[in-house]
């Protein structure tokens, strides 16, 4: 089975922190695929990155990064300089080679304080 | 914008009634995928179609069913809805390969009362 676990339920920052969001994730497919989404206040979700499993070179996206480490089993996010516009709630997926459904965390709520 | 279009956006309906969701893919994605967000269950899989056809199944009760039509539109029915189905229900696409990443509509939130 397929599992996705962010222990962080909630994280409050205030703006210009760092803050990092973990993901740690369990499958026995040993080719999968790693994802973020964000769903802001408005409700939808928002593709942020995809990590393939055999790939794991770390993603810089401007004040966006992800830290990818299948020793750990864990694919963490990091928000550098956060803004206010950054709270939300994210979510990390997991995806199985042969299977098409995403397994998603139950997400971690961001806010960021002014 | 995702490209993915979902309606109704907001939906009321009483206890008993059966209602229809509605989910337009991107251009070109093959596959849709129905995903029910609640507080207490987060988000779940519901089912995924792949040009017509049924491709995997999910947590759906046998009260809800889909279909996937021609054109690549997909409509979720439920019906004999309880209080409990109130949720966020979300419609994504994409191409059919499994490295590719799903892209979600702004969802039908479904209050039943």
């Known amino acids: 089975a397929q599992k996705v676990t962010q222990a962080q339920t909630e994280i409050s920052v205030v703006e210009k922190e760092d803050v990092t969001l973990d993901c740690v994730y369990e499958?026995?497919?040993?080719?999968?695929?790693l994802f973020w989404y964000k769903q802001p206040p408005s409700g939808e979700l928002v593709f942020l990155i995809r990590?393939?499993?055999?790939?794991?070179q770390n993603e810089i996206s401007g004040r966006y990064s992800w830290n990818f480490q299948k020793s750990t089993s864990s694919f963490n996010f990091t928000i550098t300089a956060s803004q206010v516009v950054d709270s939300a709630v994210y979510f990390c997926?997991?995806?199985?080679?042969?299977?098409?459904?995403?397994?998603f965390g139950q997400g971690t709520r961001l806010t960021i304080n002014p | 914008d995702s490209g993915v279009t979902q309606t109704p956006k907001h939906l009321i309906t009483a206890t008993g009634q059966r209602v229809t969701l509605r989910c337009s893919p991107r251009?070109?994605?093959?596959?849709v995928y129905w995903y029910q967000q609640s507080l207490d269950q987060g988000l779940q899989f519901l089912i995924q179609y792949y040009n017509g056809e049924e491709r995997a199944k999910g947590n759906i009760l046998e009260r809800f069913s889909a279909q996937q039509f021609p054109d690549l539109h997909s409509e979720l029915n439920l019906s004999s809805l309880e209080l409990g189905d109130s949720a966020l229900y979300f419609c994504?696409?994409?191409?059919?390969?499994?490295?590719?990443?799903?892209?979600f509509g702004q969802g039908t939130r479904l209050t039943v009362v």
């Open positions: 499958t026995r497919d040993t080719t999968y695929y």
């Open positions: 997926a997991l995806r199985g080679g042969g299977a098409q459904k995403l397994v």
């Open positions: 990590r393939n499993s055999f790939d794991e």
């Open positions: 251009s070109g994605d093959l596959s």
């Open positions: 994504a696409s994409s191409v059919a390969e499994p490295n590719t990443e799903a892209f």
